[in-house]
């Protein structure tokens, strides 16, 4: 096919609409390009649920094998079940998913072995350059000896793994109600929560990549409206969301409120200290205040990065840290590979929530001190222009200091914002905190007042 390989090899990933962007033929090329760049012998491939996965997957997985690859199929699976082949094989991974997009799209996440990422800096660019040359030079030339395609199933391997790196035996019972949007919880859910003490219920654990009850992206507030009245008619002790690909996880208190991230980063990262005294914790710079404060108070070190997998995992590598948490509910572990796991954090908050008698939400009350704005998006047609009027109003103020490690961060002693571009779309995105709910909206309504001018 024609395919306008700019369209879709985004910064982190492949992804597109299937088949009008790209389809089988264009994975088959993909997988022989994944494994001349990584110098692979070997790769381990999985997919999500959406109708085209299968098909991509294995296309993927035969490009790879004619490069003279052996390729592991472990079929339907998480992201970071994906992330666990790769860590504990040893192998470089290949991932068909399109996380919480429509049901037309579809997409490939890439790892090196050890799950180390793979984006347009360490080898996205170079396979994407080969993909394009040969749809003008015609297919590869294929290696003498095929590669084996062998299929294995690791779920239960890494819901054992994951339960290695969280003691939730002896906690007391709860009632949870999961949220699975038809994504790929519905698949590892019961497999990690099983011999738990725990009343599970189930919402839209059908595997169905067409979402038909809500799209699986538990960020947007419409989507988990459903699990937020269920917590609160069940009487359950909490509710947790899974996004499409099931590697976010989002946290709904017994009240039937939605939990920060940053309140569930700070959580996971004071019990991560005190299994690591004196590590390092990642957070990006859209993190909650909450989040190096709780860091300082537990003896660890606080470091913030720029927003996105790929900056978080980079740091976490070389600072050798323990845990990295970002607004978006990806939570990053050591144990894990540096890899990004929803399911680990869910386990640690199940373990913070039942190894005590208070109800969640006065437990985070504790990581939970500020008034934020969740993250807020503008459409706008220039991009720098509207980001540099928001500079010159705030430039002269009184206490104010500005950054720029990832698009414009401005704070106070009482109060910060940051407004960066989508790289994607031409989008704004907002973020205020501050120390009360007034200080915040009156903070935020100025802001956006100016981007959308």
Avoid at 359 to 373: E, I, M, Q, V, W
Wanted: proline share 5%.
């Amino acid at each position: 096919m024609a395919a306008d390989l700019s369209q879709i090899v985004k910064a982190y990933d492949v992804r597109g609409v299937v088949p009008d962007q790209w389809d089988e033929s264009l994975a088959e090329l993909f997988g022989a390009a994944f494994v001349r760049v990584v110098g692979a012998d070997a790769i381990v491939v999985g997919h999500d649920m959406r109708p085209s996965s299968p098909g991509l997957s294995a296309a993927f997985a035969r490009g790879a094998a004619r490069q003279g690859a052996d390729v592991t199929l472990i079929g339907l699976c998480s992201t970071d079940q994906l992330y666990y082949a790769s860590g504990k094989l040893d192998l470089p991974g290949a991932m068909f998913t399109a996380s919480h997009n429509p049901a037309q799209y579809n997409g490939i996440k890439l790892c090196r072995a050890g799950a180390a990422p793979v984006g347009q800096d360490t080898g996205l660019a170079d396979i994407r350059a080969l993909v394009e040359s040969w749809m003008e030079s015609g297919a590869p030339d294929v290696a003498a000896t095929t590669g084996t395609l062998d299929e294995r199933d690791t779920l239960q391997d890494y819901a054992d793994h994951l339960k290695s790196l969280v003691d939730v035996s002896g906690i007391r019972p709860l009632k949870v109600v999961v949220d699975a949007g038809n994504g790929m919880g519905g698949h590892t859910v019961p497999t990690v929560f099983a011999g738990l003490p725990l009343t599970l219920v189930p919402m839209y654990f059908e595997l169905d990549g067409t979402f038909p009850n809500h799209e699986a992206n538990p960020l947007d507030p419409a989507n988990i409206v459903d699990l937020q009245e269920r917590v609160r008619a069940e009487g359950a002790d909490l509710g947790i969301a899974f996004d499409g690909d099931a590697d976010r996880c989002f946290v709904v208190d017994e009240r039937g409120e939605g939990v920060s991230p940053s309140a569930v980063t700070a959580l996971v990262a004071a019990r991560e200290l005190a299994k690591h005294p004196g590590g390092t914790v990642i957070h990006n710079l859209i993190t909650s205040w909450s989040v190096p404060e709780v860091v300082r108070e537990h003896g660890g070190t606080p470091v913030r990065t720029r927003v996105g997998h790929s900056f978080i995992k980079q740091e976490m590598a070389r600072t050798g840290a323990i845990f990295g948490g970002e607004h978006s509910a990806h939570y990053y572990f050591k144990d894990f590979w540096n890899a990004d796991t929803g399911m680990l954090a869910a386990l640690h908050v199940l373990a913070a929530l039942g190894t005590q008698e208070a109800p969640l939400s006065r437990l985070l009350a504790a990581y939970d001190r500020y008034a934020g704005s969740g993250e807020i998006n503008s459409t706008v047609t220039d991009q720098a222009a509207r980001t540099e009027a928001v500079r010159e109003a705030f430039a002269t103020r009184q206490g104010v200091t500005m950054d720029e490690l990832d698009g414009l961060t401005v704070s106070t002693a009482d109060w910060w914002f940051n407004l960066r571009p989508s790289n994607t779309e031409p989008l704004l995105r907002l973020n205020v905190e501050a120390r009360d709910e007034p200080t915040m909206a009156k903070l935020r309504d100025e802001v956006l007042a100016l981007v959308r001018a």
